[in-house]
């Protein structure tokens, strides 16, 4: 049960983890601060070359029981990225993205479609709000901004996502998504090297180094 939880985490991550503020037509209008306050975050994250990051993952059920805690990294170069998390490790070149799961044994291929509502891990930091969200601005306090985010989309697999910015970096430090289920996953940064090349050959994906794993191209 707690390895299916974790696999939906990293699926959310993923589709969660670019931007200017479009609400459609008829959906209503978000919150002009918190809007000001998002532009700002996508402008800095956009002067980076490269980034690598730490971060925790904290799954949690309805009744606030702790279901679980992973650690991981995530690379981020341009289009491409990376997350490395305990019995997983995604790869991303900008075009094709795939799934390692170490303890199915398989690697799933999928097509990378950049016009499509699937967050990247850059998305997150940039431009996720773009056209998909409202938003609005909770609490400006203490060097911490939360900005409350419900998706356009009614059959997305989550209601609402709670972000806190780092006032004075300008920076995310963590994302609360809430699940429909009750579920809730709180990823924290806890620390992001923005000064550090990442070699591209860390988003190269090297089917030899997984012997014996079943590759599933679903492209």
């Not at 009744?63 to 490790?89: E, F, H």
Request: net charge positive.
């Amino acid at each position: 049960m707690m390895k299916k939880i974790l696999g939906l985490a990293v699926l959310l991550m993923v589709t969660f983890f670019e931007l200017q503020a479009q609400v459609p037509k008829g959906m209503g209008n978000s919150d002009p601060d918190a809007k000001k306050i998002l532009d700002a975050v996508s402008a800095r994250f956009k002067t980076f070359k490269s980034v690598q990051s730490n971060f925790t993952l904290k799954i949690e059920n309805s009744s606030n029981k702790l279901m679980g805690t992973k650690t991981g990294t995530v690379y981020m170069k341009g289009t491409r990225y990376r997350i490395k998390v305990a019995g997983q490790d995604i790869f991303c070149d900008g075009v094709n993205v795939w799934t390692v799961d170490a303890a199915a044994k398989e690697i799933t291929l999928t097509k990378l479609d950049p016009s499509s509502n699937a967050i990247t891990p850059q998305k997150l930091f940039t431009n996720f709000y773009d056209k998909d969200f409202l938003y609005k601005l909770n609490s400006d306090s203490k060097g911490i901004q939360e900005v409350e985010l419900t998706p356009i989309d009614k059959s997305k697999l989550f209601h609402k996502v709670i972000v806190y910015i780092n006032k004075a970096t300008q920076i995310i430090s963590s994302t609360k998504v809430f699940e429909k289920a009750g579920n809730r996953y709180t990823y924290t940064v806890n620390n992001m090297n923005t000064k550090k090349i990442v070699p591209d050959a860390t988003f190269v994906f090297d089917q030899k180094k997984y012997p014996g794993m079943e590759l599933v191209d679903l492209r």
